[in-house]
């Protein structure tokens, strides 16, 4: 909970300050490359976490491998997560920037779980579904779950559409069992 919070604020932080410099799509592409990165380099993430490397070669580290891709507002935050000792943080961070991105650009995030992957033509006529029924654009978060069985589950921080043939069965099952026979 408390990690959470703290996460919160230093997203925040960033985006005011993206924000004032007018930099916060720039900035919100950077975290989301950072975030690639980290996710997939278990090592560079260790080296990071690691409470065994000084700040200054962290700092170092960070303003070489990173000056490339990450400009001026991003590369500022990264090494005052250095100086704070909050770089075990940054996946979570950049989770919280994101979050708080779609907020000020009013787009709703939504989990969208099938049993099978959806083709491009499938995943275009459920967004424009989605996003008639909210009245605001999505941005879809796809996820396989084999035992929904078939039919979609769509997650909103609000609301709960749950179209699965699982749930459907279930519901059957309910009124099989309340007959009086």
């Known amino acids: 909970m408390k990690d959470r919070i703290v996460c919160e604020r230093y997203a925040g932080a960033l985006l005011n300050v993206a924000k004032k410099r007018e930099e916060a799509e720039r900035v919100f592409e950077e975290m989301v490359f950072l975030k690639k990165v980290l996710h997939g380099n278990l090592n560079l993430r260790r080296f990071l976490e690691s409470p065994h490397i000084t700040q200054e070669d962290k700092t170092s580290f960070i303003k070489r491998v990173f000056s490339e891709a990450v400009t001026g507002t991003a590369m500022t935050f990264l090494l005052l997560l250095v100086r704070k000792y909050r770089l075990k943080s940054l996946s979570e961070i950049i989770d ?18 099938t049993a099978y992957p959806l083709d491009d033509a499938a995943a275009g006529k459920l967004r424009t579904a989605v996003e008639t029924a909210m009245g605001k654009s999505v941005k879809m978060c796809f996820s396989i779950d084999p035992q929904i069985l078939g039919g979609v589950v769509i997650k909103t921080p609000n609301l709960i559409i749950d179209g699965s043939i699982r749930r459907k069965l279930r519901d059957l099952s309910y009124s099989i069992m309340a007959l009086k026979v």
């Open 96 to 113: 919280a920037y994101e979050k708080l991105y779609d907020i000020e650009r009013s787009v709703q995030r939504t989990d969208i779980i």
